[in-house]
């Protein structure tokens, strides 16, 4: 009876450690869904999305991802963000996101020697088809602010450049500043 008492215990603390997220990213970008696991090197990585069934966002398994139950929206667009796993890293990154990634994903790790992968994270991801006016993350797209940037760098180095080559220039030869407008001797 006391070994049972101490059985659910540890479930409900295990069950209550899971961490859930909430996720912005936007379209068109990489998300990474943080991770980790205490686990030195878990045997599997499960990332599911709650509305998808049978299939897997990524299904990690034997050092490589298993794409025979791989949901097909998330072929060649998904990848860990660290394939060795260091320090727990099962990070899942979502390339090129859309709207229609929307949804609630699990992160499961299964272990030598146990059967069911163990729920470490649940997060609910939102992608947004734009990001907000103002988001310095997501910067000027085509790069033109850097161009501007840039080239107003350069002119100010140009003029800085050229002021200080005329003083150097006054400096060295003050005997050809003569002044033009002094009528000459002997006229």
């Avoid at 060649?76 to 320090?87: G, I, Q, S």
């Avoid at 850097?146 to 800085?160: D, H, N, Q, R």
Wanted: charged content about 20%; aromatic content about 4%; overall charge negative.
């Amino acid at each position: 009876m006391v070994c049972l008492m101490i059985m659910l215990i540890c479930s409900a603390l295990r069950i209550s450690s899971v961490s859930a997220e909430d996720v912005t990213g936007y379209s068109g970008q990489n998300v990474t869904l943080n991770c980790t696991t205490t686990e030195n090197k878990p045997v599997a990585v499960e990332w599911s999305r709650t509305d998808l069934k049978d299939e897997f966002v990524l299904l990690y398994r034997d050092d490589q991802i298993d794409p025979s139950i791989q949901h097909p929206d998330y072929k060649n667009r998904v990848d860990l963000a660290d394939r060795l796993m260091k320090d727990g890293n099962v990070s899942l990154v979502l390339m090129n996101a859309t709207t229609n990634d929307n949804g609630t994903y699990e992160c499961r790790v299964r272990i030598q020697g146990i059967l069911d992968a163990e729920l470490i994270r649940t997060i609910n991801l939102t992608v947004s088809a734009l990001p907000p006016p103002g988001d310095k993350k997501s910067g000027n797209q085509d790069g033109s602010m850097g161009l501007i940037v840039g080239l107003i760098v350069s002119l100010l180095v140009v003029v800085v450049v050229v002021v200080v080559l005329l003083l150097i220039y006054r400096k060295q030869f003050p005997c050809l500043q003569q002044k033009t407008s002094d009528p000459p001797v002997g006229l």
